[in-house]
């Protein structure tokens, strides 16, 4: 199966560098406001997608266990020192387009800042759909294009794109800004409801940035989050969607071998070797390392 290319955060200090000491609590808080007023009080299994040094993993306090993907293991490396080892915490790096899991597990999924590096948005919205459970929550920050600055720039004509129309626009390699009618419509022709919408960082100005406190940015941005029910021109939208709920009740997963499928065959249960698993219908081979299941390639 082929899928579209990878942002790869492989070695990259992203944590440190962009938000440790890049000038970036007012962005942090303020999307921590955003989840607080998004999350669901409790939930049993949340997947967080793009998971990253795991910088939003403790907010989501309610679920009894996360599973934290990304593609890139030297993140998760970076999350499992930040989080430690227990049962609560699942670590896989994966391709979003390629989810290793059964259909219908999570009650619960974040995708963080992470939309933003997909190229093929609905593709990844698919898989997302595919392994969440009926009436499960879905949380989705994603880069919004039409944005106050790119409309400013775009009349001055400093920028030679529109934020108006519905496509993509990829401003850097592999990085995305989407236009807020197309996520609907995409999460719309998955099924899901969209509960909530939240703008966030709107004050997202250096500037201003060096000159009022990040605490009280952030609270200002608080108080303005909830007018993206009514219209959405900050740069960054956090929304609740929702699965249509049904009344049968699933049973839940007993063993972490049993959330897992192959991702190249789809075959399951997956047997467990110790330092790894293997597949029952294609015979390919996955390491778990250093408390990591690794499903991006298989071993020779
Ligand atoms: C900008 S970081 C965000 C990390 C975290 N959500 C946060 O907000 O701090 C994006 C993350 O998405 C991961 N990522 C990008 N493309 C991916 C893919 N196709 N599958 C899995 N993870 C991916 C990267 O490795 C990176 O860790």
Redesign the pocket.
């Known amino acids: 199966m082929t899928?579209?290319p990878?942002?790869?955060?492989?070695g990259?200090d992203?944590?440190t560098s962009?938000?440790d000491q890049g000038g970036r609590q007012y962005e942090d808080r303020a999307?921590a406001i955003a989840l607080k007023r998004l999350l669901p009080a409790r939930g049993k299994l949340l997947l967080?997608?793009?998971?990253?040094?795991?910088?939003?993993t403790p907010r989501y306090t309610g679920y009894e266990r996360i599973v934290l993907?990304?593609?890139?293991r030297t993140?998760l490396q970076q999350a499992r020192a930040r989080l430690g080892d227990s049962p609560r915490y699942i670590y896989v790096a994966?391709?979003?387009?390629k989810l290793p899991f059964i259909d219908a597990l999570f009650d619960g999924a974040?995708?963080?800042?992470?939309l933003?590096?997909?190229a093929e948005a609905p593709k990844?919205l698919t898989q997302v759909r595919q392994v969440l459970t009926p009436g499960a929550t879905f949380i989705l920050?994603y880069a919004n294009k039409l944005n106050l600055k790119a409309i400013l720039r775009y009349w001055l004509g400093k920028q030679s794109w529109s934020p108006f129309t519905l496509e993509p626009v990829e401003f850097a390699a592999?990085n995305f800004d989407f236009h807020p009618h197309a996520i609907r419509q995409w999460l719309a022709e998955l099924g899901f409801s969209i509960e909530k919408t939240l703008t966030v960082s709107h004050f997202r100005i250096g500037a201003l940035k060096r000159l009022l406190p990040a605490g009280f940015l952030a609270g200002l941005d608080g108080l303005i989050q909830p007018t993206g029910a009514l219209f959405q021109v900050s740069p960054s939208v956090f929304l609740r969607a929702v699965t249509s709920p049904s009344s049968q009740a699933l049973p839940a997963p007993e063993t972490v071998l049993s959330l897992f499928r192959c991702p190249e065959c789809g075959a399951q249960p997956l047997q467990d070797h110790g330092d790894h698993l293997s597949c029952p219908g294609c015979a390919q081979k996955w390491a778990f390392r250093d408390g990591i299941y690794d499903f991006r390639e298989a071993l020779k």
């Open positions: 899928t579209p990878v942002c790869d955060y492989e990259s992203y944590q962009f938000w999307e967080e997608l793009g998971a990253g040094a795991g910088r939003n993907l990304d593609y890139s993140q994966a391709d979003i387009y974040t995708m963080i800042r992470t933003h590096h997909m990844a920050e592999l």
